[in-house]
């Protein structure tokens, strides 16, 4: 299965993609266009990036992306970078046409980011937009904010960067890693050590500040993110890197009250869900030690976590994110698939 091959052959789909096409914005009109080019090189026999196909050509335990329903049921195959032996941090746009996530050979700090479609003309397109990770879309999906690693292979400033979501215009916006754009488009959030300890911070687009956003000192933090409607910022925190023990903590921006919602050996990124009322996140299975599996919880901390279905299969199930609508999730697992 050859998931760039076009289902139409190019002079039929041409009439309607350009009609589509007239109605996008300029940005998207670029990016589609770099996903056209891939179906015509592969119908003309020239290799391009072929995503593996995970229940034959993917090594047991290479993390890949993947998507599943809400409560774990259904889990697919969707993509996996050729010769990386780490897929994650898929992230959706807003539209949920196209899907962004971070590949590497084993070393994080040469990770590369990748846009792949998901819906549209050129589903199963994919384009490689250089070296990055942890990548977010701008509200208006216009933009890509991702961060680059110290030690990267084309030497690149470390820390945040943001792009067109075409990989052009590439921009150096500030030290620290893994950022979430804001509901509003007018700011990141981040975290980073500036003062000898891990902390959240905000970038503000409006006057170019960088403000710490919580007093606790934390020895490492692996992600922030958003509420859908801005008022709140759920983070992980780590009391203890080297065991991965820490706490999912909801912030109220408008007075920095803090709740904690969850603790223990948990890690990743957490993101909401479309609602408001959930948030995904992993925590280590007590049973097999190390072993990571997806959780939800109600993020005013009303119950406790709950882990999703279909994860006894594989060894790390991490990074789940909401699609916008709720219906899907996309996340990474080194899980083996089911054939479709």
């Not at 921009?171 to 980073?192: D, I, M, T």
């Not at 190390?290 to 119950?303: L, N, S, T, Y």
Request: proline fraction near 7%; charged fraction near 20%; hydrophobic fraction near 40%.
């Amino acid at each position: 299965m050859n998931l760039l091959a076009p289902s139409a052959s190019l002079l039929e789909a041409g009439a309607t993609r350009g009609a589509i096409m007239r109605r996008l914005p300029a940005f998207r009109i670029r990016l589609w266009v770099a996903l056209a080019g891939l179906h015509v090189l592969a119908t003309c026999g020239v290799p391009v990036m072929n995503p593996a196909l995970a229940d034959d050509s993917v090594v047991p335990g290479i993390p890949v992306i993947g998507l599943m329903a809400p409560d774990g049921g259904d889990p697919i195959f969707l993509v996996g970078a050729p010769g990386m032996k780490w897929n994650g941090s898929p992230t959706w746009a807003h539209d949920e046409k196209l899907i962004a996530f971070e590949a590497n050979n084993g070393k994080f700090a040469e990770g590369q980011l990748h846009v792949i479609a998901v819906r549209g003309p050129f589903k199963g397109s994919v384009r490689s937009l250089g070296v990055g990770g942890a990548p977010t879309w701008s509200p208006n999906d216009e933009e890509l904010a991702f961060h680059i690693r110290e030690g990267n292979s084309e030497n690149q400033k470390p820390g945040i960067w943001v792009m067109n979501s075409d990989g052009s215009r590439r921009k150096w916006l500030s030290e620290g890693e893994r950022p979430k754009w804001s509901p509003s488009g007018n700011s990141l959030v981040f975290a980073g050590k500036f003062e000898g300890f891990a902390a959240v911070y905000q970038l503000d687009f409006t006057n170019d500040a960088r403000t710490r956003l919580i007093d606790q000192k934390y020895q490492n933090i692996p992600g922030a993110s958003w509420s859908p409607d801005g008022k709140q910022i759920a983070f992980i925190g780590y009391t203890e890197f080297a065991s991965r023990t820490g706490e999912l903590v909801v912030m109220t921006v408008v007075d920095r009250k803090t709740t904690v919602v969850a603790r223990g050996r948990i890690g990743w990124h957490p993101n909401w869900s479309p609602d408001g009322t959930l948030i995904t996140f992993t925590m280590k299975d007590p049973e097999i030690s190390g072993a990571d599996r997806v959780h939800v919880v109600d993020a005013r901390g009303g119950f406790e976590p709950k882990r999703l279905k279909n994860q006894e299969i594989g060894f790390r199930n991490v990074e789940a994110e909401w699609s916008p609508t709720g219906f899907q999730m996309v996340f990474s697992s080194d899980r083996w698939w089911p054939r479709r």
